[in-house]
């Protein structure tokens, strides 16, 4: 009888269930980082090779985007820019990451007035403009590709933090967790080995949207002349080199905006895809018009 | 110790603070005590504080005033390590049979959590024991690789008691473990419970909005309205002459399938 | 349909077949409900009785898509309608409520404006009219204090008196045809009993036909007059309540009721129950859908399928209010069988092991 039960019921695995084709998204992202990584092999020239005699050349068969106004090849800029953009972006996103997590899962799992101060305090940090606690920092420290992914870094953080506490109470509220602590697991282990799992989606999924504004943030900071600093080169500083020549040379400007729009774009679908599968479940549980019992 | 109750709450007081600033008292000075081996039942409508009782109980949250004794000892002046040492002879099963189980996690790790919790026993032997408890709680073994979202309810409540048979317990908490379950599955659950308690010699608190599934399963049974205990009886005694006002208009409220079937019952000898 | 049948039905459902994507969840279901008349549709979740109701209003959502039959209302077809007559209809001529109100409700409008609002998109009355309409529903469905209590929002309410808000806009527009999904799985028992009180009381001073959707037979028995048991998207029976509690006569029924726990059940014994799962939708074959799970079941159950048919003879106690019908070839109110009930009755609670 149980055997025939079981035939029955249907044998999925989430697991493979979840992984399908990778969106269009999340593959061009990834061709923009590769390109990016490996421009030592596929740019045609170094970033910083001149050539005096070809400035501003148009697009040709050597130089896919032309040169600039010294004759460095644009596309070689463009790629290694990119690396540094991503690096600042990766560095940021990670520290982020970790800290935003520390800082909001104790925030829910202290829960009263711990939780009151570190998210008042998260608060205060979302309010402070971006560019002027950049500054001070700069000032402070100097501008270095260092200061740079922590400033970004410390900036993103009140953002991971607030997802990180808003998922774990959630999860929490869980009777899995409930049902953990009555049977004597530790609350460091149900929230590493249990909870922080479920919400990894969510938290990846907020890191996406905080890559996102990394590369907005280090664009802005190295158009300022706060980031990256020439000659090290980022999309940031491309696009403030070529602001210079928009009238004469658009392609100059245009490139390194594009590469920003598309970067920021692919990272926000990833994001969506990302934070998709809680919410697609939640909607399946909804339809399958499971019955809720008040207690 | 072993003729004392199992468990002894004593002047139980647990408040909590509601969005306009005022105290709201969920449970409100109860006391009572669930004899070893009996199946004690909690009943009372939503808001009557039985599942915060529960959570006091079960040293989920902590009481404000009063003390909860286990096995003789006062549950709030045990030390962490002696407080999960402890809680390895109090489990628990909830209502929703799904949101208990760890939708990442396999039949298999979660039954085996509280065992590696509490470092018990060798992989292979907790293999062991987990095929031992869904053979217990009658699911078969293939299961053990299955995620909750492949089971269905009935089944997934299954594993959640099978995790809470684990570690051998004295007590299990029973929160409306029944209640979100279909007619047909209830009956099955209900049935696996009392086979359970009769085999394990289990103690059981059984929480529940549902008269009529608590007196298939409780001989003695309380009755909770606003955070008060006003009613603690044999199950015979509060069915057939209930004292308190409210049991009487609880009992009342409870719909009948067969209109037919309750007289003849209540009428002996009109055969229909 | 027979020339014989006394008041033309009020809501014809013949042979409605719904499925989500490709697997069909409900099957070949067909029910008739007169004017005022009570239907308790009664199954275990998964069988198909809510999609059943939303269909019938016209509310279910793609991936759920109506693909088959006729919901006759007064003899027109909703499912012939254009979707702006379907909308004149709903909430007007046919309405709903549902288990939680807690959600059905629009927790940022006042209850006031809720329910004129259900008032004026249907009939062309003023707000002061719609407004007097409103308190004197609030006070039919037993809110203290009408009047005052029209400004204010849904969460300032219990879920009791959440669900009788609910009711008040549902019978705003005076409908034919009330839809009661699980109206009460989510209250307290007493309020529970209030709430069916009411719904009682309403129905019959308004003459409102109402299907009641409901996993508890308990709550159908006191309710309803004719009840349809759901199983695996199809009804397996449908008899007059009185018949269909003292005589079921399908198997599933039989045991759905011995499984049900209320006051009256013997404690000395476990209880019956029903061995293993309900099928799952999209995976049954042809036969009966019960027979893996009931103890008479043989070969001549899976050979085919088995249509909806009259079983026994006319009601008990003189009821002509519908002859029972049941999909099954066995039916336990056959001649043949009826000798040994007790035996069969033994059958039902042996005869199963738990899945």
Same mark, same amino acid.
């Given at each position: ?29 990834? +061709? ?62 990670? %520290? ?48 270095? +590709? ?44 149900? +929230? ?45 500083? %491309? ?57 | ?11 139980? &007081? ?52 009063? $003390? ?26 909830? @209502? ?31 293999? @062991? ?8 709680? @009658? ?5 053990? $690789? ?25 007590? &299990? ?40 599934? &608590? ?41 009948? &399938? ?15 | ?52 109701? #939303? ?17 006759? #209302? ?8 254009? /979707? ?6 709903? !909430? ?111 129905? /019959? ?16 028995? !006191? ?9 695996? !998207? ?12 003292? /005589? ?59 249509? #909806? ?20 070839? /066995? ?25």
């Amino acid at each position: 009888m149980a055997e025939a039960v079981i035939a029955a019921t249907p044998v999925r695995d989430p697991r493979r269930a979840r992984l399908g084709i990778p969106p269009v998204s999340a593959l061009l992202l990834l +061709l923009i980082v590769v390109l990016c990584v490996c421009a030592p092999l596929v740019a045609s020239a170094g970033p910083d090779q001149i050539d005096p005699t070809h400035p501003f050349a148009a697009a040709t068969g050597q130089h896919w985007l032309g040169t600039d106004e010294v004759g460095r090849d644009l596309l070689s800029r463009l790629l290694y820019g990119g690396r540094l953009s991503l690096m600042v972006c990766a560095g940021s996103v990670a %520290l982020a990451f970790v800290l935003g997590t520390v800082w909001g899962v104790a925030a829910a799992d202290r829960g009263g007035w711990v939780d009151e101060i570190l998210m008042r305090g998260a608060d205060i940090a979302m309010a402070i403009p971006q560019i002027l606690f950049a500054l001070v920092c700069v000032a402070a420290f100097g501008a270095s +590709l260092l200061s740079l992914t922590l400033i970004t870094g410390i900036l993103l953080t009140p953002s991971s933090a607030r997802m990180a506490r808003s998922v774990t109470i959630q999860e929490t509220g869980l009777d899995y967790y409930s049902a953990g602590i009555a049977y004597g697991a530790g609350k460091i282990r149900l +929230l590493s080995t249990e909870v922080l799992p479920n919400i990894f989606p969510a938290l990846a999924s907020q890191a996406a949207i905080n890559a996102a504004s990394a590369i907005i943030l280090e664009a802005s900071l190295s158009f300022v002349g706060l980031g990256v600093q020439p000659p090290q080169t980022s999309w940031g500083v %491309l696009l403030q080199q070529g602001y210079g020549y928009l009238y004469n040379d658009p392609s100059y400007a245009l490139a390194p905006a594009i590469m920003i729009l598309l970067t920021i774009l692919c990272l926000n679908l990833v994001a969506n895809r990302l934070s998709s599968p809680g919410a697609r479940r939640a909607a399946r549980r909804a339809a399958r018009g499971g019955r809720t019992v008040r207690k | 110790m072993a003729d004392g109750p199992l468990v002894s709450v004593r002047d139980v &007081v647990k408040s909590f603070r509601t969005r306009d600033g005022g105290q709201f008292r969920a449970v409100d000075g109860v006391s009572v005590d669930i004899r070893r081996g009996a199946a004690f039942g909690l009943v009372g409508e939503s808001g009557s504080g039985k599942s915060t009782l529960s959570r006091c109980i079960l040293r989920l949250t902590k009481p404000d005033e009063g $003390s909860i004794c286990f096995d003789g000892r006062d549950m709030g002046t045990l030390s962490g390590g002696q407080l999960r040492r402890l809680r390895s002879q109090i489990q628990v099963v909830f @209502q929703d049979p799904h949101g208990s189980l760890n939708r990442r996690k396999s039949v298999a790790e979660i039954i085996a959590a509280p065992l590696a919790a509490h470092r018990a026993g060798s992989r292979s032997q907790r293999a @062991q024991r987990v095929a031992e408890l869904l053979d217990l709680v @009658q699911l078969p073994t293939v299961m053990t $690789s299955r995620r909750p979202s492949e089971l269905s309810g009935g089944q997934a409540q299954r594993v959640a008691i099978a995790r809470a048979l684990a570690l051998s317990p004295d007590f &299990v908490v029973l929160d409306e473990a029944v209640s979100a379950l279909d007619v047909s599955i209830r009956a099955q659950i209900l049935n696996l419970l009392r086979d359970l308690q009769a085999q394990l010699g289990l103690t059981y608190l059984f929480i529940s909005h549902d008269l009529g599934v &608590v007196r298939y399963l409780c001989e003695e049974i309380g009755v909770m309205q606003r955070g008060r205990l006003v009613e603690v009886a044999a199950r015979d005694e509060l069915f057939s002459a209930p004292k308190h006002p409210y049991t009487q208009v609880l009992l009342d409220a409870v719909p009948v &399938v067969n209109p037919r079937r309750q007289s003849a019952l209540t009428t002996p000898g009109d055969a229909t | 349909m027979t020339a014989a049948t006394p008041p033309a039905p009020l809501l014809d459902v013949r042979d409605l077949e719904v499925s989500v994507g490709k697997t069909p969840v409900v099957r070949s279901v067909s029910f008739q409900l007169a004017p005022g008349e009570r239907l308790g549709l009664v199954g275990e979740s998964g069988s198909g009785k809510t999609l059943t109701a #939303l269909s019938v209003i016209g509310l279910h959502r793609a991936p759920v898509r109506v693909s088959g039959g006729q919901i006759l #209302l007064n003899g027109t077809d909703l499912l012939a309608m254009r /979707r702006r007559e379907i909308d004149k209809v709903r !909430g007007a001529r046919i309405s709903m409520i549902y288990q939680d109100p807690a959600t059905s409700l629009d927790p940022l409008m006042t209850i006031g404006a809720q329910i004129t609002e259900a008032i004026r998109l249907h009939e062309p009355v003023s707000r002061a009219q719609a407004r007097n309409r409103a308190v004197e529903l609030l006070g039919d469905v037993g809110v203290p204090s009408p009047r005052e209590r029209l400004g204010a929002y849904p969460h300032e309410f219990s879920g009791g008196m959440r669900q009788r808000v609910m009711i008040a806009i549902a019978l705003a527009c005076q409908p034919e045809v009330l839809l009661c999904d699980e109206p009460t799985t989510a209250l307290d028992v007493t309020t529970q009993a209030l709430v069916l009180d009411l719904l009682d009381r309403l129905c /019959r001073e308004h003459g409102v036909a109402s299907v009641l959707i409901t996993h508890d037979l308990a709550v159908a028995s !006191g309710f309803c007059d004719k009840i349809a048991v759901m199983y695996a !998207g199809q009804v397996v029976e449908q008899a007059a309540a009185a018949d269909f509690f003292e /005589r079921p006569a399908h198997p599933y029924s039989a045991a759905l009721l011995s499984a049900s726990v209320d006051l009256a059940v013997d404690i000395s014994r476990p209880l019956p129950t029903i061995a293993g799962q309900p099928p799952v939708a999209g995976s049954l074959s042809a036969g009966c859908a019960f027979r893996s799970r009931c103890p008479y079941a043989d070969e001549a159950c899976a050979a085919g399928e088995i249509e #909806l048919h009259s079983v026994g003879g006319p009601g008990i106690g003189g009821s002509t209010a519908g002859v029972a019908e049941a999909r099954c070839i /066995r039916p336990l109110t056959d001649n043949a069988f009826r000798g040994n009930r007790g035996q069969q009755a033994a059958r039902l609670t042996q005869g199963v092991i738990d899945g």
